[in-house]
């Protein structure tokens, strides 16, 4: 086998060692199939039992029963920042209301504009999105469609702790943090999740609706951007991408199995992430952090370095030790490390040693 090397990636990103290995196993023939998971119908009655595990997966790790609707789509998370308000928004006869904490949550407002009136509750661009904002901050209304917001904007690397308050339908961009720590589900009426962070490979988004919410869905939308054809046929109305599917069961499984739950996984979030923010801490001036103390991502580490050179100086150096994918996105610049579920602990450990060392190197 060709060495891995550690991918810090944000998306597509790092899956499960375990997971792999039991797709590779199985790549050529499921076991009494004959067939491999690319090449099966989706009417086979394997992918019913795949679709039929990986929800019953889901509703146990997130303790959700049958007052969800779990759905399976496809366009990614960019096409739920449209969908949700054609479904939701159109004809509802009030505005949806929009948190904006970076830039994912911002690029969602502007779809939503195309489909009704949005009310912007907080916007701290001024501020470079390094923060959230407090409870006091956020008026909203009893009034409103729902309530939009990011949990964890990938960019920035800045994570709600809590749900903000919301006396309307809660709607959750969850992609970058689903399933790092157990949720309270009783307070979200949408939450939706891309795989190729935290689930598995790109091509499905998990969408999880509360059912009295689909009878709000205006009549008229194109059926496949209508979220009750995907709640009728079981997500089957078209041939969902098997194969991704089927990977995010393994996920599923892994999490279950493996890791124990949600509250093991928030364990090892919280102390991967703690290695790399003690280092933030101690070393200030060269690992510049973005995101202010209390708003700092179990998942999307964000940091700048004192120049430029410094910055490429240290991704390039990274990689001479097997660690990739470092460099931060455009907007912020510097260095993000992203550390999903899925990066092992090994992994931290050994950028955690090399921040250490080209910290004892350099002159701040
Ligand atoms: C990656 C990401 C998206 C966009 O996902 P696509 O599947 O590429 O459309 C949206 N929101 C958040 C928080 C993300 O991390």
Not at 349 to 357: P, Q, V, W
Request: glycine share 8%; charged share 25%.
């Amino acid at each position: 086998m060709h060495e891995r090397v550690y991918n810090f990636s944000p998306g597509p990103a790092v899956l499960p060692l375990k997971v792999l290995e039991q797709a590779q196993g199985e790549l050529l023939s499921l076991p009494g199939l004959g067939m491999s998971a690319m090449e099966i119908s989706h009417r086979s009655k394997w992918f019913d039992g795949v679709l039929a595990e990986t929800t019953a997966n889901l509703r146990k790790l997130l303790g959700i029963g049958e007052e969800f609707t779990v759905l399976y789509m496809q366009g990614g998370s960019r096409l739920q920042f449209s969908t949700i308000p054609m479904n939701f928004l159109r004809g509802a006869g009030k505005p949806a209301e929009y948190i904006v904490t970076g830039s994912w949550s911002k690029t969602a407002t502007a779809e939503a504009r195309r489909e009704g009136e949005v009310r912007i509750l907080f916007d701290n661009k001024d501020e470079n999105y390094r923060r959230l904002p407090r409870p006091d901050e956020l008026k909203s209304s009893a009034d409103a469609a729902y309530l939009y917001y990011c949990s964890n904007e990938t960019i920035q690397g800045v994570q709600f702790a809590a749900e903000p308050r919301a006396d309307v339908p809660l709607v959750c961009d969850a992609s970058s943090d689903f399933l790092c720590r157990p949720l309270d589900m009783s307070r979200y009426g949408v939450l939706f999740a891309c795989a190729q962070k935290n689930l598995g490979p790109a091509g499905v988004t998990v969408v999880i609706v509360r059912n009295d919410l689909l009878e709000r869905v205006p009549e008229g939308l194109h059926s496949m951007l209508d979220y009750r054809t995907y709640a009728k046929e079981n997500s089957l109305a078209n041939t969902p991408p098997v194969f991704a599917v089927y990977v995010v069961m393994l996920v599923t499984r892994w999490l279950l199995d493996d890791i124990g739950g949600l509250a093991k996984m928030y364990a090892l979030n919280r102390q991967k992430s703690g290695m790399l923010y003690g280092l933030l801490d101690k070393y200030p001036d060269l690992y510049q952090g973005h995101a202010q103390r209390d708003c700092r991502s179990l998942m999307n580490v964000t940091f700048r370095l004192p120049s430029e050179e410094a910055t490429a100086q240290f991704v390039k150096e990274a990689a001479a030790w097997r660690l990739c994918e470092l460099k931060g996105h455009r907007s912020v610049g510097g260095i993000r490390a992203s550390i999903y579920n899925a990066m092992p602990i090994e992994g931290v450990e050994a950028l955690r040693d090399f921040m250490i060392d080209f910290a004892k190197r350099s002159k701040t």
